[in-house]
């Protein structure tokens, strides 16, 4: 039995098709099975989310059974009274000591490229955390870090495209921040590439930076998907001391509904890029597309 966490979610709603035709048993723990869609009914459902891994019961009825983990669940906001500390850094590091506990024989997890103690988001610090737990952990481990993972309807592409129907596109800070886009389709390919080869070899310890073959700053990133979706814009950029000012004031107004978050839009001012390139992906047998043609072919 196989748990995978985030299956809702870009890579995850990518990935639960792979797992299931390759005859993987899969429980998913989510908060929204309604979100699964037709999967629902194939796989074993767990219902709790990255706010209740403190819940002992919850832990171990998702993990009875379990053999593997793929922690694919994040946030990259607060959920009050959860902090973003919690939902990423923590809750990774109960779900892997509960998976210790259990006899859980192998722990996959996805943390992201160049998160590190001392990076100016608290989404970075987090997922370092965590990463350093999962790779100091006894069991067999593997760490995913990608670049900025991206799908045709994911919320930031979505929120691109709307704000490409303004005069002008706006964007936070300078736009100088380099990323290696990488389609979250090829992302969840890499995993069952990783999977088969942890079958193969036995070794303890993985990790994989998942870049795309490209490197490409926001401002690119930005001008893309307005060219693609048939609406190119003069790019506008917004000193962040204004959008930091702006953002915690929506938030304050409306709450969770609120298009996007301080902390959101800091996190496209870190860059993510791998030296290595494409060149763990390829390893894991994935020839990772460029970002234009994957928008395109929407």
């Not at 035709?21 to 074993?44: I, K, S």
């Not at 310890?205 to 870049?211: D, N, Q």
């Not at 800091?266 to 460029?290: I, K, T």
Request: aromatic content about 6%; some cysteine; charged content about 25%.
């Amino acid at each position: 039995m196989l748990l995978l966490t985030g299956a809702t979610g870009s890579i995850g709603s990518r990935l639960l098709p792979l797992l299931l035709e390759q005859g993987e048993e899969v429980r998913c723990l989510v908060r929204e099975p309604r979100r699964l869609g037709a999967r629902r009914v194939d796989v074993q459902i767990a219902l709790g989310d990255l706010g209740e891994m403190s819940d002992p019961y919850l832990v171990r009825q998702a993990l009875r059974g379990v053999d593997r983990v793929i922690h694919l669940a994040a946030s990259i906001r607060d959920q009050p009274p959860k902090r973003i500390e919690e939902l990423n850094g923590l809750a990774t590091v109960r779900l892997l000591r509960a998976a210790e506990r259990s006899g859980v024989e192998s722990f996959h997890f996805f943390s992201a490229l160049d998160a590190q103690a001392a990076q100016r988001t608290r989404f970075f610090r987090a997922k370092w955390l965590a990463e350093q737990a999962v790779l100091s952990s006894p069991l067999q481990t593997t760490v995913f870090a990608p670049s900025i993972v991206y799908d045709h309807s994911d919320p930031w592409i979505t929120l691109l495209r709307r704000f490409s129907f303004l005069p002008v596109l706006p964007v936070s800070g300078e736009g100088i921040a380099s990323f290696q886009p990488i389609w979250a389709a090829d992302v969840a390919r890499c995993v069952t590439g990783a999977l088969a080869l942890e079958r193969q070899d036995g070794e303890n310890t993985r990790r994989y930076e998942l870049a795309g073959p490209e490197r490409l700053t926001y401002d690119e990133m930005s001008d893309l998907v307005s060219c693609i979706a048939g609406r190119p814009r003069p790019l506008v950029h917004m000193p962040l001391p204004f959008v930091r000012a702006g953002l915690i004031a929506l938030r304050n107004l409306f709450g969770e509904g609120v298009f996007a978050t301080w902390e959101e839009a800091e996190l496209m001012e870190v860059s993510m890029v791998s030296e290595r390139g494409p060149a763990d992906a390829q390893a894991l047998g994935v020839e990772p597309r460029r970002m234009s043609d994957v928008l395109e072919d929407a």
